[in-house]
């Protein structure tokens, strides 16, 4: 089964999760696209905040009412991709440079969904993870962060510099402390394994579904 295939199973398997009069976050990416789709084909009479703004150009094209996040307080649900899923549910994100807004979203939300396609599924997380840092002193933040390169075609939907940290790693938890103390650094990729309810893997012709301590 080819993964596009696979993203919209497991897109499609998150947006019958949208119930009318709920608060719902939306993720960034290409998985992303495919739930939107699903979405305006059921409409469910939801409100959205977008991580992005092609999510939110994506969805006011198919009629999803979005509307900005200072409007709420908290979302009943958030639906997101990942790059990366570890055994533990621990996430890499930030392909798409959206991690930032993507995590105050979760964050945010009683109920965390990742959707994926099982290539997404790795034995241990890896390099790359994603940074996003201040554009003011850049360069000396990138240089703090070595071994790190900068993304040069691609910026955060807040004008922040992402990087991708290319160091080897074994503990997700003391990288994720050690990116958060570098100052300049806004947020990384790295999403702890508490905030994910549940992970929904397209596979062949359906969806399998990895539950997460983020459960509500
Ligand atoms: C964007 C993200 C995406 O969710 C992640 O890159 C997965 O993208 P895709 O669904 O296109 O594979 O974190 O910042």
Not at 3 to 13: G, T
Not at 69 to 82: R, S, T
Not at 106 to 112: G, H, L, V, Y
């Amino acid at each position: 089964m080819s993964s596009v295939a696979e993203k919209r199973f497991a897109a499609e398997a998150a947006a019958m999760l949208v119930r009318d009069g709920m608060r719902v976050g939306l993720g960034t990416g290409s998985t992303v696209a495919y739930l939107i789709a699903a979405l305006g084909q059921s409409r469910p009479r939801a409100t959205y905040v977008a991580s992005s703004p092609a999510t939110e150009a994506a969805a006011r094209a198919v009629a999803l009412d979005v509307v900005a996040f200072d409007e709420l307080d908290e979302l009943d649900l958030a639906i997101d991709g990942a790059d990366q899923v570890a055994p533990d549910l621990w996430l890499v994100k930030g392909g798409g440079g959206a991690h930032t807004r993507e995590k105050v979203i979760a964050a945010s939300a009683e109920r965390f969904v990742v959707i994926v396609d099982s290539t997404k599924l790795v034995e241990s997380l890896r390099p790359p993870v994603p940074v996003e840092i201040l554009a003011f002193g850049a360069g000396a933040t990138l240089r703090r962060l070595a071994p790190a390169t900068r993304r040069e075609a691609l910026s955060s939907p807040d004008g922040g510099v992402i990087v991708d940290y290319h160091g080897e790693f074994d503990d997700p938890a003391e990288l994720s402390a050690r990116l958060s103390s570098i100052p300049g650094v806004v947020e990384h990729g790295l999403v702890a394994a508490h905030l994910v309810a549940e992970v929904l893997v397209g596979h062949d012709g359906g969806v399998h579904q990895l539950s997460g301590r983020g459960a509500p």
